[in-house]
């Protein structure tokens, strides 16, 4: 008796045991993923804020821009600008849009201020600087009134006859803008900021009430795990959009902070929120979840004892699936700038190698011909397959997840021959892959083990990590392409100074007997934008760009500057090079442009520096000759 009552009191025990531990993982589990879903939601949420009130103040600009515009030109019908009937008239658009009053500039810096009183501004404001401006806002200023104080002016100028006879600006109070615009993210809960992202100065700061200091000169922030003061800095010059983290000086909480530009000179707005609010929701939850687990922590201390020899047992393979878990975080985490970091993709093939006992580990991303530029392979690695058999085999593979299959398993000969008739037995001795899908779920890769030791767990392993690969095809191809954007000159479709400045050391690696210097330099642009508009001087540097692509090609061609070209060209014979160039200019000259032109060929060539200089000297001996002519003497014959 006493025998079957204790073995059904294990029994229970056991099962009880069991289910508080599911209990207890499970609100763990759930309290993390809570956490985790509304740190997500508030990272969408800062950048909503954020858009709402950049539209918003854009909006608030440009309606602003309109009723200056309009009272500049009810402004210059009257001649005595100190009317009492005019300042009548603007004294009425105080609070109008961002503008707390309106103000005129004239040409001896006297500014007209309420009512038409007149107050010197000199040394504070600049009438030539500003009516060279046009219509434009200023960036961060102190008050005339007001010294302690700063404002930012919104100009358009008043016109009479084609002569700017005023500049009349609205006033924006950076601390007390008009009440009835909304600038309280959050409901009132989070902060805005307006920052100059050239001198760090705070154009607004709802954060601190009434301050209006410097962001670089409050230090660095101290930040939370996996973000950078440095990058938050260089993000804000940079003109970026970026999350950060970071701890509030005021409060030490958790401040999470957006910005982005605003689209208003270098500004940039930047909205923040406490953790606390981040949070809010999930605390809530949070506080039932605790009660539940006080209680469930009592009765899993009650049963303690009990269930020790049950722990040991499962503990191996709970360790077991733990490092499961951070063998495949290791390669998510790898993998997530392996698009900036080729060794990183590099690594994290490594790691699913080293996890499965593989003898090679390979990612192939489709449009490549199948032709992987990303692959690891042990040191015991035998021969490679040719050419031909890898496109078979990846092409086969290909074919077999299109046609709607999941993954692709062989552990012995008979089943990779039935995949692959190319199939050598000396390389291949068993093989796991599964397709990469994009997020429209088409296939833009596939990642493949083979010759595994630990075949138990290789299907289970690639299939976790699958999803990771495929964002970092995502994001490797978004990133090609943002850099090849940032590599383009826009008008002319040739690679930037930029371009040029990171392809320069590479040479003279690039030639193996000879390199030759082309240096274009487009006679006339400047006057041409001058007397025809730059829209004529387009024209003409599209007209260079295009004639250096079918005479001379794009590999190695840069505008460096407005007027100028730099062309490289690996291994080019010198005579048929400056007949290349005859070619060029004539063709130029046809449609009415002339561009002086300096060659620089050198057979071994010991210094960058020396060429590029010697064909920039011949070009300026072909641009003096040109203008030796008096009909092309820009002194004489300003065209």
């Excluded at 950048?47 to 210059?76: F, G, P, S």
Aim: proline share 2%; charged share 25%.
């Amino acid at each position: 008796m006493s025998k079957s009552s204790g073995i059904r009191w294990g029994r229970s025990t056991a099962v009880t045991s069991i289910i508080i531990l599911l209990i207890v993982a499970a609100s763990f589990f759930v309290i993390n993923r809570i956490n985790h879903m509304e740190e997500a939601k508030s990272f969408e949420r800062l950048y909503e804020e954020a858009d709402n009130l950049k539209d918003t103040i854009q909006m608030y600009a440009a309606n602003d821009r309109e009723t200056l515009e309009l009272l500049a030109v009810m402004i210059a019908k009257y001649e005595d600008l100190s009317s009492t009937e005019l300042w009548q008239l603007l004294d009425s658009y105080t609070t109008v849009g961002m503008m707390s009053r309106i103000e005129l500039l004239l040409p001896d810096n006297t500014v007209l201020t309420d009512g038409g009183q007149r107050v010197d501004g000199t040394g504070l404001l600049s009438f030539e600087k500003e009516a060279a401006l046009g219509a434009h806002i200023t960036d961060r200023e102190t008050d005339i009134p007001n010294s302690d104080a700063y404002v930012v002016r919104h100009y358009v100028p008043v016109t009479r006859n084609g002569v700017t006879v005023a500049m009349l600006y609205g006033v924006i109070e950076l601390n007390h803008l008009p009440e009835d615009i909304n600038m309280s993210p959050y409901g009132g809960k989070g902060a805005m900021y307006i920052i100059d992202g050239n001198t760090g100065d705070f154009l607004m700061d709802t954060w601190h009430s009434g301050e209006t200091g410097n962001m670089w000169a409050m230090g660095e922030r101290k930040m939370a795990p996996g973000y950078d003061p440095q990058q938050m800095r260089q993000g804000i010059l940079n003109g970026e959009s970026r999350y950060v983290v970071f701890v509030s000086e005021t409060t030490g909480a958790y401040l999470y902070f957006y910005y982005e530009p605003l689209g208003i000179n270098e500004w940039r707005i930047a909205v923040s929120v406490p953790e606390s609010v981040v949070f809010e929701n999930a605390a809530a939850i949070e506080r039932l979840l605790n009660i539940l687990l006080t209680f469930e922590v009592a009765c899993f201390i009650a049963y303690f004892l009990l269930m020790i020899r049950q722990i040991r047992r499962v503990s191996v393979e709970k360790q077991r699936r733990l490092d499961a878990l951070n063998d495949i975080y290791d390669v998510e985490k790898l993998l997530f700038n392996a698009h900036e970091k080729r060794e990183n993709i590099d690594a994290a093939l490594e790691k699913i190698g080293t996890i499965l006992s593989a003898e090679k580990v390979s990612f192939w991303i489709a449009g490549q011909t199948w032709k992987s530029p990303f692959l690891w392979e042990s040191e015991s690695t035998g021969q490679n397959l040719d050419e031909a058999a890898i496109q078979d085999h990846f092409h086969r593979l290909q074919s077999y997840f299109k046609a709607g299959n999941n993954e692709f398993e062989a552990w012995d000969e008979k089943e990779l021959m039935e995949m692959f008739t190319k199939y050598d037995r000396r390389e291949i001795r068993n093989l796991a892959a599964v397709p990469v899908e994009d997020t429209s779920g088409n296939i833009c890769g596939i990642l493949e083990s083979c010759n595994m030791a630990n075949s138990r767990i290789a299907m289970v392993l690639l299939k976790n990590v699958k999803f990771s690969f495929g964002m970092f095809t995502r994001n490797l191809k978004n990133y090609t392409k943002i850099r090849e954007m940032g590599d383009r000159d826009a008008l002319t479709g040739l690679h930037n100074r930029n371009r040029y400045e990171r392809d320069l050391p590479q040479f003279p690696a690039k030639c193996a007997d000879a390199l030759a210097c082309v240096y274009i330099d487009a006679d006339g642009l400047h006057e041409l934008n001058n007397t025809s508009g730059h829209d004529e001087g387009d024209k003409m540097l599209q007209s260079v760009a295009e004639g250096i692509a079918e005479f001379f090609g794009t590999e190695y061609a840069y505008r460096t500057g407005g007027d100028e070209f730099i062309l490289f060209l690996p291994d080019a014979d010198e005579s048929r090079l400056c007949s290349q160039n005859r070619k060029f200019t004539a063709s130029l000259e046809q449609k009415g442009y002339h561009v002086s032109v300096g060659i620089q060929c050198e057979t071994h060539v010991a210094s960058m520096e020396a060429l590029i200089k010697g064909a920039e000297q011949r070009m300026y001996e072909e641009k003096r000759k040109y203008y030796q002519q008096a009909s092309n003497d820009r002194r004489r014959n300003p065209r």
